[in-house]
């Protein structure tokens, strides 16, 4: 350790500054400490501090030599005085040396208060927004009081406070504003965005950052989420330095026109005719907005006649009426970006989205699906049979062709169809569309091109395809649109057969939730309760359900952790075990975990990834499965603890489970109980929680 980081950190136990920054070093790449690149870092960062106060607050730059050329960025939030911003610099730059002192790579967040950010890297980044690493910093106390008047004060703010923040000049992107609930409580929000980007970049951002709050720090009394390109900041108590980036005041009313008194008698002739000439400039200002704003109407009217025209277009194109209609509407409801989830549609939009601008013609389909022939079945499921099609556009789709089974009448199916249509995740299918004539029932899909994860995690070749990486992504995939589902979207849907045949895997390997809305359709109580028929697939089911018929948001739990168990295994729920004796995945897990053997259950193909990790889901699998179902963690407490590496997990108590004759095949149930030939039962143990009042967490330490 070089001797001005042994100066900061004698400094920092002197001082008593937190040494445990929300720093993150990249493995990219190294280098060493006598290398001219890390003579380069220690220049420039030693320089960083003063840059960046002399530059309203942001400040990038690079340093090369000898071919070596280190690149960095400094972002001080804008409601803090240049003091406090060469503080934090000057404080996270030390940090960053000390704490990654060969990774060329580095992304450091400043301590708990978040007032900065600092980069640093070997590669070229200025001007493109990043997202990854994120960092999140937050209150484990919950909004307990007026939770839905917190929900609505909370989104209107980050709504406002984005458009604010994505319009900012070349120089700052920020904006703070507060909102209020509760009768006398009130949110204090800020948001800020890297100057460089554009500005549909730092909406992107800034909604992708509002989307992981919902995740990892939803309802709590404050929370902090960060990204290499912005930060989402809010609490309960004023945190702000400055009222700088805070909403401007309505502007004044309008002054009435007023006339000077009349001139005195000593007023010159020159001086009157200046008089004149200000009144003809006047008169022409007035004439030119007139005239723009008369330009700008004609411009607002061609182009309604241009997509009306193409509208029109695209109805013959398409070979369904109102598939562009659909498009646009879908548009304007769930604003998603391209880097996250979930997007709540706003009243007066959600009432635009009808049933004809859902409707597919069954001729068409038939067509496209060549009559439904088995070259284009991609599969059979409990529901029915599922059928690849293409559009007369190239849109590919896929067709679930419902088996008839369902006692809902026309009025009813649609209603619900027009519901499910409102559902938008990055980790839920979308649905397009339906087709309801005769018998007839289809469910049209986007068609997602790696087929469902079943077809890779229990085949011996393919899942080489897929590393810890892509596991792990699948699972925090699958966990989030959980969250969703039971929380987030308008519907609180319980899946009830959430299984890997029903998980979808797209271009990139991110994971679909399918089939999430077929409990609906088949009339099935979606809060909680009690039913007499069973819908779910064996093995994936709880104890609770599968014997009595009661089902709540604990039995999705339930699958879920069953789905863990064979994605970090590659074995099937029965699939452990000779021929002669089949042992269930979960009681195979918890063996092991008793024995302290639970690295066994790790699938031998996985040689690369943290064991750490690892271990850490078959923990969270075991806390999901444990039969008491007030035991078992909610989803949303499951991101968590999957985001939350420094996050204590309580010890899982004996699972429950329950499967069906050997003999059945692996399909849904129909209207019957399945057999009962595996049944266990655990006494109560307790289970302790370590809780901090406040809480880093990093998702992605790899």
């Not at 509002?210 to 009394?221: A, I, N, P």
Request: glycine share 8%; net charge positive.
């Amino acid at each position: 350790m070089g001797a001005p980081n042994l100066i900061f950190l004698i400094s920092c136990i002197l001082l008593n500054l937190p040494l445990n920054t929300a720093q993150i070093c990249s493995d990219s790449g190294n280098f060493t400490s006598n290398s001219t690149y890390g003579e380069n870092r220690n220049q420039i960062l030693s320089s960083l501090p003063y840059n960046v106060t002399t530059n309203n607050g942001f400040f990038t730059a690079s340093l090369t030599q000898d071919s070596e050329t280190v690149y960095v960025l400094a972002l001080c939030r804008g409601d803090i005085s240049n003091d406090s911003c060469f503080d934090c610099v000057n404080y996270t730059s030390r940090a960053m040396l000390m704490n990654c002192p060969n990774q060329k790579e580095a992304t450091n967040y400043g301590h708990y208060a978040s007032k900065c950010i600092v980069r640093c890297s070997n590669v070229l980044f200025f001007d493109i927004m990043e997202t990854q690493p994120p960092r999140y910093i937050y209150i484990t106390s919950d909004i307990t009081y007026s939770v839905d008047e917190f929900d609505q004060a909370l989104n209107s703010l980050v709504e406002s406070l984005i458009i604010r923040a994505a319009m900012g000049s070349s120089t700052i992107k920020f904006a703070t504003g507060e909102g209020k609930f509760g009768g006398y409580l009130k949110i204090y929000g800020l948001m800020q965005c890297i100057p460089g980007i554009a500005s549909v970049d730092c909406s992107r951002c800034l909604r992708g950052a509002v989307d992981e709050y919902r995740s990892c720090c939803f309802r709590k009394r404050g929370a902090n989420v960060l990204r290499p390109s912005c930060m989402f900041l809010y609490d309960l108590i004023p945190f702000f330095e400055s009222s700088a980036g805070a909403a401007p005041p309505p502007p004044p009313p309008s002054p009435l026109l007023t006339f000077a008194p009349p001139p005195s008698t000593n007023v010159t002739t020159k001086e009157g005719a200046g008089s004149k000439s200000s009144k003809f400039q006047t008169t022409i200002i007035i004439v030119v907005l007139v005239s723009i704003f008369l330009v700008f109407v004609g411009l607002a009217c061609a182009c309604f006649l241009l997509r009306k025209r193409e509208i029109v277009k695209e109805r013959l194109d398409s070979g369904r009426p109102f598939n562009s209609a659909w498009r646009r509407a879908a548009g304007k409801l769930f604003r998603v970006s391209n880097q996250c989830g979930a997007h709540h549609a706003g009243e007066d939009a959600s009432q635009s989205l009808s049933l004809d601008s859902l409707r597919f013609e069954f001729s068409t389909i038939r067509a496209v699906t060549n009559d439904f022939s088995n070259a284009n079945m991609l599969g059979h499921g409990g529901f029915g049979s599922v059928y690849k099609g293409k559009l007369a556009n190239g849109q590919e789709i896929a067709v679930k062709r419902l088996d008839g089974c369902s006692e809902q009448g026309e009025g009813e199916f649609k209603n619900e169809i027009v519901l499910m249509a409102r559902l938008q995740h990055r980790n839920l299918v979308r649905l397009l569309g339906f087709c309801f004539e005769g018998k007839e029932r289809l469910l049209i899909y986007e068609f997602q091109p790696n087929a469902s994860l079943d077809r890779f995690i229990f085949d011996p070749i393919k899942r080489l395809l897929l590393n810890w990486d892509t596991r792990y992504k699948i699972i925090v995939g699958i966990a989030r649109g959980l969250v969703y589902l039971h929380q987030d979207s308008q519907l609180r849907i319980i899946h009830h057969d959430l299984k890997a045949g029903n998980v979808l895997l797209d271009g990139e390997m991110n994971p679909k939730i399918a089939d999430f809305g077929m409990a609906r359709l088949f009339v099935v109580d979606q809060s909680k309760g009690v039913t007499k028929r069973i819908v779910g697939t064996f093995g994936y089911m709880p104890p609770e359900y599968a014997k009595f018929g009661r089902f709540s948001v604990k039995t999705d739990v339930f699958s879920f952790g069953v789905l863990i168990l064979e994605i970090v295994s590659g074995k099937k729920y029965s699939g452990y075990g000779g021929p002669e004796h089949v042992e269930h995945l979960i009681s195979y897990a918890w063996k092991k975990w008793r024995q302290g053997k639970a690295s066994r259950l790790i699938d031998e193909t996985l040689v690369d990834g943290s064991k750490s990790e690892k271990m850490r889901c078959i923990h969270i699998g075991l806390l999901c499965v444990q039969e008491n179902v007030a035991k078992r963690p909610t989803m949303a407490a499951v991101v968590l603890m999957l985001n939350g590496f420094s996050m204590s997990l309580p010890l899982p108590s004996k699972p429950g489970f329950f499967v069906g004759s050997s003999t059945e095949p692996d399909t849904a149930l129909g209207n019957r109980f399945p057999p009962v030939t595996s049944w266990h039962h655990s006494q109560e143990q307790p289970v302790n929680v370590s809780v901090n009042e406040a809480s880093i967490t990093d998702p992605y330490p790899r």
